[in-house]
Nanobody
Framework: QVQLVESGGGLVQAGGSLTLSCEIS????????MGWFRQAPGKEREFVAA????????FYTDSVKGRFIISRVHAKKMAYLQMNSLKLEDTAVYYC??????????????WGHGTQVTVSS
């Protein structure tokens, strides 16, 4: 059984920072990529960032490039999303996921329940 649990969301003022964490509980998944997605009210789930198994490969959606940093620590089975210079439009429920190296949500097999991030003016 694979379980992902996100934490670290909350309320932050525009321009502030938050770091999201994702804890992975799994037996044997082999090598896998990890992704962060988000979904704002009334909008579709969108890709935010992904990191490969080696943790050397990362990519981001254009709107967060230069502001967000994705990372992972295999020994702790953790992944992180450091979010800086937050904007109002970053408000959403953020999900971590495990799957193939991709920006498509359909390429990810396991998902957490999400953590709310709210950016206020």
């Amino acid at each position: 059984q694979v379980q992902l649990v996100e934490s670290g969301g909350g309320l932050v003022q525009a321009g502030g920072s938050l770091t999201l964490s994702c804890e992975i509980s799994e037996r044997t998944l082999g090598t896998y990529a990890m992704g962060w997605f988000r979904q704002a009210p009334g909008k579709e789930r969108e890709f935010v960032a992904a990191i490969g198994w080696s943790a050397e490969s990362t990519f981001y959606t254009d709107s967060v490039k230069g502001r967000f940093i994705i990372s992972r620590v295999h020994a702790k089975k953790m992944a992180y999303l450091q979010m800086n210079s937050l904007k109002l439009e970053d408000t959403a429920v953020y999900y971590c996921a495990v799957g193939r190296w991709s920006s498509k949500w359909s390429d990810y097999d396991y998902w957490g329940h999400g953590t709310q991030v709210t950016v206020s003016s």
